[in-house]
């Protein structure tokens, strides 16, 4: 198979640029500074030093974008809704994640969760009871999908099981869908209906 000529190439970069879906080009600047890559603050000053325009265009030709004003526009605005705070690191004023960052970049990532198998089940069951209230009923119907989607067994309604670790998935979840002071979590070493579990999720 050919590889891509210029013209193609720039044509495939003309449409990354074009085509970033709503939050796509902020997601992609938050895994930057998620996975150490230093972007200095001075980015958001009206008038970027020139200096840093060689280390702009860099950034801006990475997220696939023909103009510098994009990706500046992106980090002002992701300054202004506090995803990204100013911290100091080796004399230098870089952009860094602040909490509401991290838990926007945690949601990117829900369709990525999966509730891993060991090699050896411990023997305990996994409770998700939940008492969400009507007003927040998205939530509620978002767990309740989620929780189908990974596998986890109805017992009744607001009641599901697991036989494997997922604490801290179940924490993250009902923390996206901002349920989780309505959410308990309970091991169980014993439980009803015990021999039908396990044959559900295939245990020996």
């Known amino acids: 198979m050919r590889g891509k000529s210029k013209k193609e190439t720039e044509k495939s970069r003309i449409r990354s640029s074009q085509g970033y ?12 500074i998620a ?26 030709r990475r997220c696939g974008l023909r103009k510098s004003a994009q990706f500046v526009r992106s980090l002002t605005t992701l300054k202004g809704r506090r995803l990204v705070s100013i911290a100091e690191k080796d004399g230098q004023q870089i952009l860094t994640l602040s909490e509401d960052g991290k838990k926007r970049l945690l949601q990117f990532d829900l369709d990525k ?29 978002a767990l309740r999908s989620k929780l189908r989607e990974l596998g986890f067994y109805p017992v009744q309604k607001s009641c599901f099981v697991h ?11 009902s923390e996206i869908f901002e349920v989780s002071p309505y959410v308990n979590f309970i091991l169980a070493k014993q439980i009803e209906g015990a021999s039908q579990l396990m044959k559900y999720f295939s245990l020996p």
């Open 35 to 60: 996975t150490g890559l230093a972007i200095p603050a001075a980015f958001l000053m009206p008038s970027i030093p020139v200096a840093l325009n060689p280390l702009l265009r860099v950034l801006t």
């Open 163 to 173: 036989p494997f670790d997922c604490k801290w998935e179940i924490d993250f979840i």
């Open 21 to 32: 879906g709503k939050g796509e080009l902020a997601k992609e600047i938050l895994l930057m």
């Open 113 to 141: 969760i999966v509730i891993k198998k060991p090699r050896k089940w411990d023997g305990y069951w996994r409770l998700i009871l939940f008492d969400i209230p009507e007003k927040q009923k998205t939530g509620r119907e």
